[in-house]
């Protein structure tokens, strides 16, 4: 998959498609919440699934019955290229068939998420 930063226009475009994401500081980001934290940890596993089929790993965050992701390629100058695409695509899927509710608006201000 290619490793060149999307423009903005190609982004917006994307997000179009990936209503549950945000571009946020050169990064596809969103919150999933879950049930219970044990469900939580079931998407984080489904999350490291996409990353293996991909070789390409998110930054995760973790609060009880939360995920935040953020895709980033960071061998690309942490900006957004195809692959983030399509893992938060993936990602996408993983958290439908988990019942997970995206709360993008709920990403932290800082990536660590405090």
Do not use: K
Request: charged share 25%; with cysteine; glycine share 4%.
């Amino acid at each position: 998959m290619a490793r060149e930063p999307l423009t903005e226009e190609q982004i917006r475009d994307e997000l179009g498609r990936l209503t549950d994401w945000r571009h946020v500081d050169g990064a596809l980001a969103t919150v999933y919440r879950l049930p219970s934290a044990a469900e939580a940890l079931a998407l984080i596993a489904a999350v490291g699934e996409v990353a293996e089929e991909l070789n390409h790993h998110p930054d995760l965050d973790w609060r009880y019955n939360r995920v935040i992701l953020r895709f980033s390629s960071h061998d690309a100058g942490s900006v957004v290229t195809a692959r983030d695409v399509e893992a938060a695509h993936r990602c996408t899927l993983r958290a439908a068939a988990l019942d997970a509710v995206a709360q993008p608006e709920r990403l932290p201000q800082d990536p660590a998420g405090s």
